[in-house]
């Protein structure tokens, strides 16, 4: 189908700004237009939100009630590895937390070219320990934890579901890139026109590998290589892709993947929206039902 009339106009708006692409930029020079651009802050209430030291990672926490016995999502922002910090996703969290009625601690890992690979990894596997040994102090189970996020994130989330440095029941993973090697049609099919770009992704890319570890068939920078009883292990996911999105391919394949393992696995493509669009509930309404499906999930997992 067409890009939604939503999307049309909303990209039809971005291209009048005029900004240059991500991939003519500095990452500094991205960061400030990314400043720049960002949306007023959010104005829906959430019973608690705190800053909190996760071992040595900042983070946020989310608390949609008093309740002590909450779920907890421990998310990961997306932005490409270089881009994005607890505010640009601030909405999205409180969002999750408040439709999901489970807590959402949002991790501020460390960003490329500065830190490239692992270091962001490394502090979202640190920040998921963190939580699981203080999920009580934070009025949580620490058996009812999910790992999710958006894009770079939601790479974050499903290698660290992968990896399983504490039991998980759940993965929520939206428009992840799991195939760092970019070969999917998608790439092509969508790699102008629609705010992600084929050029962008391969300037991610530079960026987050730029430290010499690690490569494009490393299922801890593409999840989409893990062995199959890897896959088979991970706990129960929805995975969340976009028609018009150069990662839509990845994500469908990795999805098939996860459910060929045998993992249960909802798979919703989005049709006629683009990348990010989870994160733009203020203009799209598939923004919004895509926040409502991803908290009515976390709330069935994380309520059992």
Known sequence: MPLHPQARALLDMLDMLGDPLIEDSTPEQARAIRKERALPPSTAVVHEIRDVDAGGVPARLYRPSDRTDLGLLVYFHGGGWVLGDLDSHDDVCRRLANGSSHAV?????????????????????????????????????ADRLAVGGDSAGGTFAAVIAQLAPVPLVFQLLVYPATDATCSYPSHVENGTGYFLTKGSMDWFFGHYLSGGVGSASDPRVSPLYAADHVLAATPPALVITAEFDPLRDEGDAYAARLAAAGVPT???????????????????????????????????????
């Open 266 to 304: 909802s798979h919703v493509r989005f049709s006629g929206q683009f990348h990010a669009f989870f994160s733009l509930g203020d203009f799209l309404d598939d923004g919004r039902a895509a926040i409502a499906l991803a908290a009515s999930a976390l709330e069935s997992a994380l309520s059992r």
């Open 105 to 141: 601690l949002s991790v501020d890992y460390r960003l490329a070219p500065e830190h490239p690979f692992p270091a962001g990894l490394e502090d979202s596997i640190g920040a998921t320990r963190w939580a699981a040994a203080n999920a009580a102090a934070l009025g949580c189970r």
